[in-house]
C-alpha cells in the first residue's frame, strides 16, 4: 500500500565533505553514502527533496549562548592556538575538534532540523528527515561528544511555538543528555534515552533515577540499558515504554533520534541490535500518526549507517526494499555481499538474563507500569 504520508527530507551535498580529523570516528561522508543510496533506491521520488537553509547565528542563539556561537563563528583551524582559554572553555579539542568550515557545517545540520521543524509546524508535510541532525550532547555554552550545535533543542524550540507538549525519543547508545538538560524542568518536552550505561560509558549520565525536576519532575524518562540487548530486548523495551508514554503524555509532535550506533557491529557502541530492530522502532513510532520529526545521530560503522537510514527512510514512507543494493557510484562501500540488512557476522550471542538492566521502579515515573 503506497503512503499517504508526505514526507520532506532535508539534506546538503556539503555537509559530508567536511572532516574531523585522522583517526577520528565521526565521519559525514556517511551522510553522502546514506543519500546516494536512498537515490539508489529511487526513494527521492516518492518524497519532498530540501536544502536546508543554514541556520543564521541569531537562531543557533535561541538555544546557545551569543559568545559561544560568535565563537565557533570565528575559529579555525590556522587561528585555535591564540585561543587556547576559549577553546578549553567551549570543550573543543579531541572529541571536539576544530575543523575546516565546522561553522558552516553546524549552520547546514542545524538548519535541516529547523526547517523541519517549521514544514511540520505549517503542516506542509507530516514526516520530515534531517539524518545530517540528532547531535544530542551540545550544551548551551558548549560543544560535548562530537556535537558543536543542538538541532534537536533548536527542533524542539520550534515545534513548541506551535504544540502544547513535544515527546522527544532517543535510540542513539548514548545518552541524549543534551536535549534532556534543555528540558528538564518543563512538562512541555517529555525526553526518552534509550542507552548503554556504566562502565564510564560517555557520557556518564541517564540513571533511571534521572526523572526531571519541578515542573519536568517525571517527564525525562531514561532506560540505561548493558552490552549486548538484542532485537527481542530492545523493542519489546522499546515499544512498552513508548506506547504507555504515548497514550498518558498525548504529544502533538515527536521527534525521534535514530543514532545508529546501537546497531550491532558498531565501531563505538556494542549493542547487539540489527537493522530489522532498529528499524522496528522507526515502524512503531511512525504508527501513531503524528507528526514526526525524523534525524540521525551518532553511528560509526559508516555502511551500516547508510544501510540502516536507508532502510528508516523506506519504513516512513511505506516501501519494503529489496535486498540487493541497486547500481550506484557508492556501490563499493558495501562489498563483498552487497545487500542492505545488517550483515549476521555483527550480532554477538550472549545470554539474554545478563543483559537487561532495566527494572521498572516504584519512585520512578514508571510507577503505574506493571512490567516491562
Ligand atoms: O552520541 O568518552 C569520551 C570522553 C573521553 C574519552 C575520549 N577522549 C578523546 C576524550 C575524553 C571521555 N568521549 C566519547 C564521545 C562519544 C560521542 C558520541 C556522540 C553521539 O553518537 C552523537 C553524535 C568518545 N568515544 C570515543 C571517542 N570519544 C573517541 C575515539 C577515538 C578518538 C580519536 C579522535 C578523538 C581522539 C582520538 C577520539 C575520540
Ligand atoms: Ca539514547
Ligand atoms: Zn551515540
Redesign the pocket.
Known amino acids: 500500500m503506497p503512503s499517504k504520508d508526505k514526507i520532506a527530507y532535508f539534506y546538503d551535498g556539503d555537509v559530508g565533505n567536511v572532516y574531523?580529523?585522522p583517526?577520528?570516528?565521526?565521519k559525514p561522508h556517511r551522510l553522502c553514502m546514506t543519500h546516494h543510496l536512498v537515490l539508489s533506491y529511487e526513494l527521492h521520488k516518492k518524497m519532498e527533496i530540501y536544502r536546508p537553509h543554514k541556520a543564521y547565528p541569531v537562531e543557533l542563539a535561541q538555544f546557545h549562548s551569543a559568545d559561544y556561537v560568535e565563537f565557533l563563528h570565528r575559529i579555525t583551524p590556522d587561528t585555535q592556538h591564540l585561543f587556547a582559554d576559549e577553546l578549553a572553555r567551549y570543550n573543543l579539542g579531541?572529541?571536539c575538534p576544530v575543523f575546516e568550515n565546522l561553522f558552516e557545517f553546524c549552520q547546514i545540520y542545524a538548519g535541516g532540523t529547523i526547517d523541519a521543524a517549521r514544514r511540520l509546524n505549517h503542516q506542509l508535510c507530516d514526516i520530515a528527515i534531517n539524518w545530517a541532525g540528532?547531535?544530542?550532547?551540545a550544551k548551551k555554552c558548549g560543544a560535548s561528544?562530537?556535537?558543536y550545535i543542538n538541532d534537536l533543542v533548536l527542533g524542539i524550540l520550534e515545534l513548541l511555538k506551535f504544540h502544547a507538549r513535544v515527546l522527544y525519543i532517543d535510540i542513539?547508545?548514548?545518552h541524549g543528555d543534551g536535549v534532556e538538560e534543555a528540558f528538564y524542568f518543563t512538562d512541555r518536552v517529555m525526553t526518552v534515552s534509550f542507552h548503554k550505561y556504566g562502565d564510564m560509558f560517555?557520557?556518564g549520565t541517564g540513571d533511571i533515577k534521572e526523572i526531571g525536576e519541578r515542573e519536568g519532575k517525571y517527564y525525562a524518562i531514561n532506560v540505561p540499558l548493558k552490552d549486548g540487548i538484542d532485537d527481542a530486548s530492545f523493542t519489546r523495551l522499546f515499544k512498552t515504554i513508548i506506547a504507555k508514554v504515548v497514550e498518558t503524555y498525548l504529544p502533538g509532535v515527536i521527534v525521534l533520534q535514530c543514532?545508529a550506533?546501537s546497531l550491532a557491529g558498531d565501531r563505538?557502541g556494542c549493542f547487539n541490535l540489527s537493522i530489522e530492530g532498529h528499524s522496528e522502532c522507526v515502524k512503531f513510532v511512525k504508527k501513531f500518526n503524528l507528526p514526526l520529526l525524523v534525524t540521525g545521530?551518532?553511528?560509526y560503522t559508516k555502511e551500516n549507517v547508510a544501510r540502516c537510514w536507508t532502510v528508516e527512510t523506506g519504513v516512513l514512507l511505506d516501501t519494503e526494499l529489496p535486498n540487493e543494493i541497486p547500481d550506484n557510484e557508492y556501490i563499493k562501500y558495501f562489498s563483498p555481499d552487497y545487500t542492505l540488512k545488517t550483515q549476521n557476522g555483527n550480532i554477538v550471542y550472549v545470554s539474554a538474563k545478563s543483559i537487561i538492566h532495566f527494572v521498572v521502579k516504584n519512585e520512578s515515573n514508571l510507577d503505574k507500569w506493571t512490567s516491562v
Open positions: 574531523f580529523g583517526n577520528h570516528p565521526m579531541e572529541d540528532g547531535l544530542h550532547h561528544g562530537f556535537c542513539d547508545i548514548h560517555f557520557p543514532g550506533d563505538l545521530g551518532g553511528g
